[in-house]
């Protein structure tokens, strides 16, 4: 089955992503994993409330859907989140058709779609115009992806993907805000706080 018919992005509410970012967050009872992308999406991530389950991506566009496939292979048993901007999604597009290849059941992915790529300076992305990026996740082969029409639509399809087996993608069409707060850039600790949450290092 998949999450029911496609809402055109043009027909979704304008969310937030710090909202979104911690209703998403006060479900996981689990110990699942989050992966946050470059910029704003780790950074509002990281302002949710910091969980050693959370991956934060600095530098690089495009690489938390990949880090996030990663990490549902590894650990089949444990449910994966991803968190993308557009704009990153957009630079790293085939991503999407080698997840749907794979098909990983406990991988969500969530694209916050601001039509712009907000932290250097708010220039507009195709998102914003020509490419809709639910309709690209669908022609990828993942058949379960959704607009998220509402704040509560966007809850529903979390709940889904915490049930349901993925792989799943949620769009989001958020704001212009910048995102709340700064993870505190250190990829060491980042990396070893993840791998610790994770349960693949013992503590010294
Ligand atoms: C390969 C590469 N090109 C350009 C940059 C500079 N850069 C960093 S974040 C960013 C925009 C990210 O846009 P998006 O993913 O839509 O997130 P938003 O800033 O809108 O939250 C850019 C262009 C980079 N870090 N890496």
Known sequence: MTMET?????????????DLT???????????????GIGNTNF????????PQNF???????????????VALAQPNRRVFALEGDGSLLMQLGCL?????????????????NGIYQITGAQPTPAATVADIVAIAIASGL?????????????????????????TLIGARIDDKPG??????DPVQIRERFMLGLGVRQAL
């Open 97 to 113: 058709s080698t997840i749907a290849s794979l098909a990983p059941k406990n991988l969500c992915m969530v694209v916050m779609d």
């Open 56 to 70: 934060y991506m600095l530098g690089s566009m495009g690489l938390a859907f990949p880090i996030a496939l990663g």
């Open 143 to 167: 058949a379960d992806s959704a607009w998220a029409a509402d704040e509560e639509d966007f809850e529903r399809l979390v709940d889904r993907s915490l049930a349901a087996p993925g792989p």
């Open 44 to 51: 509002d991530l990281w302002a949710a409330g910091h969980r």
């Open 6 to 18: 496609h809402v055109p992005a043009r027909n979704t509410k304008v969310m937030n992503r710090f």
């Open 22 to 36: 911690s209703r998403l967050i006060a479900k996981l009872k689990n110990d699942e994993a989050v992966v946050g």
């Open 180 to 185: 709340t707060g700064q993870t505190r850039r």
